[in-house]
């Protein structure tokens, strides 16, 4: 890390949930500059790095029952590069009866008759609200641009990205990178076995995913296949529901699980049990997609050489991936 990094703290109530599970608890890394000042000292709190701001910011939509702190390692390393990343927590109810962590969806917004008309993670407003509350007023007044907007998913949160991120809802919107997701819908909510639902992203996307995950295998039987089901709707997922990017990724991580996005894993929480065992080093995965996570963002929300360097080093990636990527595809429109 060559940067100072500090976070704050922010809260934003969410349209639409009910009480007492309407707020999303978030939290802004970003640049700082240390000053040795007195209330510096008292609060803990440093000032936005002048020389680097206003930052570009994004967002990470979390996956089920999984804390903003598997995702601090991510935003740190986000922040170092010159982009604030925002982390939160939603607890709210999952399904009936059942209360967790989400990255604040709205079911009915997924069904047949309703798709596409609206996001379908109402979480991601309430939270840019929140961060532009944070830009508006306090330490970092003035330091965060929301015209140059980035959205991160996991699992859950990153088939919210997929089905929600777009520039007629948000039009700050600079890009999108998904890790472990698809639009492959349930049945439950009203669709036949194995479809895929187009994608109304339309802004540069990454999109990631492990030879072990674990999770998407043990999930089939959602969508109308055997439990374990080797169809990759990741891939259905890029090659069916994504004609509206202009620049479209997607990379393969070798050896990697479904959570090797969130360190540490939390094992009293969430799906991790049913997880494929990773086959390569996590630390090295992490290292990769951290570096290419960063390039990508840079590439599309930093000015001038910085973007112009990310995107070099993007370029390279298809002909000489790191050992961690197995393979890597991408698609221009």
């Given at each position: 890390m060559t940067r100072m990094v500090r976070s704050l703290w922010g809260a934003s109530r969410v349209p639409g949930a009910e009480a007492p599970y309407d707020t999303a608890h978030l939290r802004v890394f970003y640049p700082a500059l240390r000053e040795d000042t007195h209330d510096e000292r008292m609060t803990g709190v440093?000032?936005?790095?002048?020389?680097?701001?206003?930052?570009?910011?994004?967002?990470?939509?979390?996956?089920?029952?999984?804390?903003?702190?598997?995702?601090?390692?991510?935003?740190?390393?986000?922040?170092?590069?010159?982009?604030?990343?925002?982390?939160?927590?939603?607890?709210?109810?999952?399904?009936?009866?059942?209360?967790?962590v989400s990255p604040g969806l709205d079911l009915a917004a997924v069904a047949p008759d309703?798709?596409?008309a609206r996001p379908t993670a109402p979480g991601i407003q309430?939270?840019?609200?929140?961060?532009?509350?944070?830009?508006?007023?306090?330490?970092?007044?003035?330091?965060?641009?929301?015209?140059?907007?980035?959205?991160?998913?996991?699992?859950?949160?990153?088939?919210?990205?997929?089905?929600?991120?777009?520039?007629?809802?948000?039009?700050?919107?600079?890009?999108?990178?998904?890790?472990?997701?698809?639009?492959?819908?349930?049945?439950?909510?009203?669709?036949?076995?194995?479809?895929?639902?187009?994608?109304?992203?339309?802004?540069?996307?990454?999109?990631?995913?492990?030879?072990?995950?674990?999770?998407?295998?043990?999930?089939?039987?959602?969508?109308?296949?055997?439990?374990?089901?080797r169809v990759d709707p990741v891939e259905r997922t890029y090659d069916e529901a994504t004609a509206a990017c202009p620049d479209a990724w997607l990379l393969t991580f070798k050896g990697a699980n479904h959570f090797a996005i969130g360190h540490p894993h939390d094992t009293t929480s969430a799906r991790g049990f049913l997880d494929g065992e990773p086959t390569t080093d996590p630390a090295a995965t992490r290292e990769a997609l951290a570096a290419v996570v960063t390039d990508f963002l840079s590439a599309h929300l930093l000015p001038g050489d910085e973007a112009a360097h990310a995107a070099e080093r993007l370029a390279d990636l298809p002909t000489a991936p790191p050992p961690e990527i197995a393979t890597v595809r991408r698609r221009t429109v």
């Open positions: 440093m000032r936005p790095d002048p020389a680097a701001a206003p930052f570009p910011v994004a967002v990470i939509l979390p996956g089920v029952n999984v804390g903003q702190d598997a995702y601090r390692w991510l935003a740190v390393r986000l922040a170092d590069a010159g982009i604030a990343a925002v982390t939160y927590d939603l607890v709210g109810a999952l399904t009936p009866g059942l209360v967790g309703a798709y596409g309430a939270v840019l609200d929140g961060v532009a509350a944070l830009a508006a007023e306090g330490a970092l007044a003035g330091a965060l641009d929301l015209d140059r907007i980035a959205l991160i998913g996991h699992s859950a949160g990153g088939t919210a990205v997929l089905q929600s991120a777009a520039t007629r809802w948000y039009p700050g919107l600079r890009a999108a990178v998904v890790y472990g997701a698809h639009t492959q819908p349930a049945q439950v909510l009203g669709y036949d076995a194995g479809a895929i639902l187009g994608s109304p992203v339309d802004v540069p996307l990454l999109l990631m995913h492990g030879t072990e995950d674990g999770i998407m295998a043990a999930s089939a039987v959602r969508y109308g296949q055997h439990s374990g089901a």
